[in-house]
């Protein structure tokens, strides 16, 4: 049987910093989101919904006070944001106003090959220094991903059809550099959240190695978790 190395003294660690609710473009509202995750023994699950140029105030305080309602149980809902097609010389401000408005999470909508995403949008949120996830980087560049260790920004392992077509090259780019990764579910419905199990067998099937999985699916979210915290 495979190591279970995300399993410690039975508590949950499944830990997934992006997923969405009908606040942008998902199905469901952000207490049954974190609800489900709960359910499926999530430790933490950040709802990250879209924000280009907008004000972040109104979209993070009703977040927050949804999550309010696990103030003080185990688990974790997070408040944050994902800048989504925000031009790559205005992601910088656009991250830092959503600190300063409350996001615990800021994750950058990555340069996916299904999309028209700005080219330099990778680079931006990674030279900025103030994003915790960089999603879906797409067809990412060896400087890119050096880019990524030198700044602590995690890359993202995508579970979504689509964005997940470039997930080899991802672990491929962040093993050579050093970089760390996370396993993301991008959930915009709560049949789409992913379990551990299915983390761990996502982040196996794009390439990280077993010896790997405890960084990937433990240390890197418990890094994050522990830098969300102090914002
Ligand atoms: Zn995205
Ligand atoms: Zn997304």
Redo the contacts with the bound molecule.
Sequence with gaps: MPARTAARSGAPQRVDFHAHSFLTDGTTSATEMWTEAEALAHRALALTDHLSLDDPKPLLDRLHREASAWDGTGFLPLVGV?L?KVPPRRIADAARAARRAGAEIVIV?GETIVEHVPAGTNHAALESGLVDVL??PGLLEPKDAELARANAVALEISARRGHALCNGRVVRRALEAGAELVVDS?AHGVGELVPLEMARRIALGAGVPESELARVLRETPERILRRARQH
Aim: overall charge negative; proline content about 0%; charged content about 35%.
């Design positions: 994902e989504t909508h999603a879906h991008d």
